[in-house]
């Protein structure tokens, strides 16, 4: 077997801006590219005092053994990986496949619904899904038309497409639950939904399939540290239980997931991740770098806050 | 022997004073996370290895769970021949430093010291250390001349059980590789024991000398999920693989108001601060904010380590919370002395009921209630019971639960070995799991217990893998008994593991 963790660390291949907040990176890996599955995750030290951040795999090629992450910049951490990560550039580390897979298998007819940065790990989903043999209605989300991603690559694995925007500059305007709602009415034999987003959107899509019972998964994305049921940090409450998101999710049942407790706990280290930043960005001024790519786009370094779980708009 | 015509030690010609070691003043340490116990200078241990009466039929050596030939090596101290010392415990254990450390030797090798019936029992642990750490300083490894034997074994973790089982088959010849999910080898001695009990550098000189042996180690490797115990055995070539992943999922509190921010377990506060150097932040991007009165649940060791690393992060107060009382406590004595010296405040009979927020999500104080000890229970220890109308207020920002672990259910998840109803891995008395050539052993196999006896069982299991893959088995335990001579340093029933003094 050829060696996992050669010391140049794992090598990015590519990489795309979606937004002047959102990237991709393509990374070199075909022991993970070959054992990925859909609704796992890995964890990524982007250098050796870095801290370790778990980002869902939005898309894996076995053939070029790659694994392709989606990254939203919000913290230092993400926002100095979108300064530094490159093509050519490696990522000190990546551990993964991790977190249960979904099951895709059995299922006639499925909603998959992507808000945001829930758009690209939903992704596999619907792929996986299409691949058995499953009738797949996407509904995406974003903000406005020149935050879309990846419609084309939902296009080709979706029977439906259903684009929402919060300002109805593309598609239909509206939150992902509003698209959840067309697809319903649409569709009286969903077997299942799985919606992938902020903690407040997939709260939301939640509501919105209970009063039809619809079967509703949601992937939960709490703040860990070793992703290996270590550490507990990822505790959530799933009904009147305790699971650990890393190694007894990442999915649940989204009429089970206590949201409040999950957004309250997301908000737990929001001081230090805040003078973190504003450290970050002050040697960013003396060092007369530019912190991020467009400046005063109003969505980025305009609020140096992380976005509040709470406040963040439905659908982006 | 030469040393016959020394005269015979006996109990009154001994020095009888147990050597003390010196230690930071528990003013200073608490403020940082420098080593507290400074171990014993040349003089120091050449006097406490006078104290060895050097029995003709040592407790000590089956008292240790890797059975060093202790007064073997406590006879080359008093020599004065270090390396000589060394030859001994790597003999056994190549961990010495490690060992020397954390071990409890209180209820092992030091407790059946035959000098301890009548004085302090010899400090076999102090002395162990020191040879370690000579050892480290004087950067001597015993790398064996070893004759491949042609198999090749998989390691899944990287703590104590793994690094001992890995260091046995690479001495006897195959080509070992450890698997480690974090990003760093040392598994529990790393993420868990704290810098100032046992420092990193002391991990990482260990694991040097075992890759001096040949071994290779992969780290950010999640064996499992990554590729399965199964696919190890089959498409990946491995002759025979090693689990030991350790317990690790924390036992929750199991109260209200326990999901509350401020409430973590200690494993996450020690990770927080050991591994990822939170203690560092901003230099290292990991947070970890800590309360001013902290409250830690449980007092074994890891309690302990969480209380003490509490305070060197700036706690003002820090308290220990116990449902039982001190004799029940299973810290070692050394480390409640340690906290209690550092200024940690003990509440023995007391256990936590609730969590009390303060309106935005984080803790204001605690309920608790008294507890008094009933009829002993299936652990013989007397079984607490709360005490009626005994409830009361605990001010307090930041709980810390150190309550014990469960079983990690990676491994379960995705493969076949037979578990036992608690989740562990179910092995027979050599450690062989339900999977052929499939071993198991450390808290995985048993649940939580010590470094040293995670160690034992790597070594154990590392000894049913040689039976099984038919290699003459020729590691330490009996080499390193009385009766089995060795010329040259090389054991004489040997044929492949003539010693080199690298260094």
Not at chain 1, 47 to 57: A, D, K, M, W
Not at chain 2, 121 to 132: C, D
Request: net charge neutral; proline share 5%.
């Amino acid at each position: 077997m050829t060696e996992t963790t050669p010391a140049a660390g794992f090598r990015i291949l590519a990489r795309e801006d979606f937004s002047d907040v959102t990237y991709s990176l393509v990374v070199h890996h075909p022991l993970m590219a070959k054992a990925a599955q859909p609704g796992q995750f890995v964890i990524v030290m982007s250098h050796e005092s870095g801290e370790r951040i778990p980002l869902t795999i939005a898309d894996f090629d076995r053939k070029k053994g790659t694994v392709t992450l989606v990254v939203q910049a919000v913290g230092k951490s993400t926002k100095e990986m979108q300064q530094v990560c490159q093509p050519g550039t490696s990522l000190y580390g990546i551990v993964g496949p991790m977190g249960v897979p979904s099951p895709l298998a059995g299922k006639k007819k499925v909603v998959c619904v992507g808000g945001g940065l829930g758009v690209a790990p939903i992704y596999p989903q619907a792929r996986g899904f299409k691949e058995n043999g499953a009738y797949v209605i996407g509904v995406l989300g974003f903000r406005t038309k020149n935050l879309v991603f990846w419609a084309d690559k939902f296009r080709a694995c979706c029977d439906e497409l259903i684009l929402c925007t919060d300002d109805g500059s593309v598609g239909m305007k509206g939150f992902v639950s509003d698209g959840i709602k067309v697809a319903i009415e649409g569709h009286k034999d969903i077997d299942e939904v799985v919606a992938i987003g902020p903690p407040i959107m997939m709260k939301a899509c939640a509501d919105t399939t209970r009063p039809h019972a619809i079967k509703t998964i949601v992937s939960l994305n709490p703040i860990m540290v070793d992703g290996t049921g270590m550490c507990g940090g990822c505790r959530v409450k799933i009904g009147n239980e305790v699971k650990f998101a890393c190694v007894d999710g990442p999915d649940f049942d989204g009429h089970k997931v206590d949201f409040n407790d999950l957004m309250m706990r997301l908000r737990r280290y929001k001081e230090e991740e805040k003078a973190a930043l504003d450290r970050w960005s002050e040697n960013c001024r003396i060092m007369q770098q530019k912190p991020t790519v467009v400046p005063g786009n109003g969505t980025g370094e305009s609020s140096l806050g992380l976005p509040d779980p709470f406040e963040e708009a439905m659908g982006g | 022997m030469a040393k016959a015509v020394k005269k015979k030690k006996t109990i009154r010609s001994i020095p009888q004073q147990r050597t003390p070691v010196r230690e930071l003043d528990p003013q200073v340490r608490v403020k940082n996370f420098e080593e507290v116990n400074c171990g014993y200078s040349l003089n120091e241990a050449l006097n406490e290895a006078e104290r060895c009466l050097l029995c003709p039929e040592p407790g000590c050596i089956a008292g240790c769970p890797v059975n060093i030939n202790i007064p073997k090596f406590i006879e080359a101290i008093a020599a004065k021949d270090l390396r000589g010392a060394y030859d001994v415990i790597t003999a056994s254990n190549l961990l010495a430093s490690v060992c020397g450390r954390v071990c409890p030797q209180e209820t092992q090798c030091e407790g059946v010291c035959i000098v301890g019936e009548t004085l302090e029992p010899v400090a076999i642990g102090r002395l162990e250390r020191f040879v370690g750490d000579t050892a480290i300083k004087e950067k001597w490894s015993n790398v064996p001349y070893i004759e491949p034997a042609g198999y090749k074994i998989g390691i899944v973790g990287s703590g104590p059980a793994g690094m001992a089982c890995a260091a046995d088959m690479a001495k006897a010849g195959c080509d070992v590789t450890v698997f480690e999910a974090f990003h760093q080898a040392g598994g529990v001695l790393k993420y868990g024991i704290p810098d100032f009990r046992l420092p990193n550098s002391v991990v990482d000189a260990e694991i040097e000398n075992l890759r001096k042996l040949g071994v290779k180690f992969e780290c950010n490797t999640l064996v499992g999920r990554l590729f399965t115990i199964e696919q190890m055995r089959t498409e990946l070539g491995y002759d025979a693989v090693f689990v030991g992943t350790g317990a690790g999922y924390p036992s929750m509190l199991g109260i209200p108001g326990d999901s509350l921010n401020g409430v973590l377990s200690a494993n996450e506060l020690l990770t927080r601060c050991n591994l990822m150097r939170a203690k560092e932040f901003p230099n290292f991007d990991t947070p970890l904010p800590l309360g001013k009165r902290v409250a830690v649940i449980g007092a074994g060791n890891t309690a302990m380590d969480a209380m003490r690393v509490s305070l060197r992060l700036g706690a003002e107060k820090v308290y220990c919370i116990y449902r039982r009382s001190r004799a029940e406590c299973p810290a070692r004595a050394e480390e409640v002395h340690h906290a209690e010296q550092e200024g940690v405040e003990f509440n023995w009979l007391t256990a936590p009921v609730e969590v009390l927020d303060d309106g935005k999500g984080n803790v204001r104080a605690m309920r608790c209630i008294r507890m008094e000890l009933g009829e002993p229970d299936d652990s013989g220890r007397r079984r607490p019971v709360p005490v009626k109308g005994s409830e009361f207020e605990f001010e307090c920002d930041q709980i810390v639960f150190a309550i014990g672990t469960n079983a990690n259910p990676i491994i379960g998840q995705t493969s076949h070995l037979r578990l036992n109803k608690r989740g562990y891995i179910d092995t027979d008395e050599t450690l062989a799991t339900s999977m052929a050539g499939v071993f198991a052993g450390g808290d995985i196999v048993t649940g939580a217990a010590t470094v040293i006896e995670a160690m034992g069982a790597g070594r154990k299991a590392a000894r049913s893998m040689k039976t099984y893959l038919r290699i003459r088995d020729s590691s330490g335990d009996q080499a390193g008994q009385p009766g089995f001579g060795t010329f040259l340093g090389i054991d004489l029933r040997e044929r492949n593991f003539a010693r080199i003094r690298a260094a």
